[in-house]
């Protein structure tokens, strides 16, 4: 049995653009217009992560930048995930 889930060719084009960069990981997509104050998903389809069991009961921090033309500077801050 594999531990991959096999994806269908709309939910792999669905998927934002994932570039690996040093120790950094870019994920890219272009929401198109958002509104002052209105919520909006930041992607479209869920954003995964693969970790191994050694993972298991641990804590990770995800810090993130989120860049828009209208904004002056990145809106910027941390997720925290417990596996």
Same mark, same amino acid.
């Given at each position: 049995?594999?531990?991959?889930t096999a994806r269908?060719?709309?939910?792999?084009?669905?998927?934002?653009?994932?570039?690996?960069?040093?120790?950094?990981?870019?994920?890219?997509?272009?929401?198109?217009?958002?509104?002052? !104050?209105?919520?909006? +998903? $930041?992607?479209?389809?869920?954003?995964? @992560?693969?970790?191994?069991?050694?993972?298991?009961?641990?804590?990770?921090?995800?810090?993130y930048s989120l860049?828009?033309? !209208?904004?002056?500077? +990145? $809106?910027?801050?941390?997720?925290?995930? @417990?596996?």
């Amino acid at each position: 049995m594999s531990e991959y889930t096999a994806r269908s060719a709309t939910e792999l084009a669905d998927y934002p653009s994932v570039n690996v960069n040093n120790n950094r990981v870019q994920v890219t997509c272009i929401p198109g217009t958002v509104l002052p !104050n209105a919520p909006l +998903p $930041a992607f479209s389809t869920p954003l995964r @992560i693969c970790v191994g069991s050694a993972l298991a009961g641990r804590k990770i921090a995800i810090h993130y930048s989120l860049f828009g033309r !209208n904004l002056r500077k +990145p $809106a910027t801050g941390r997720l925290r995930l @417990i596996f």
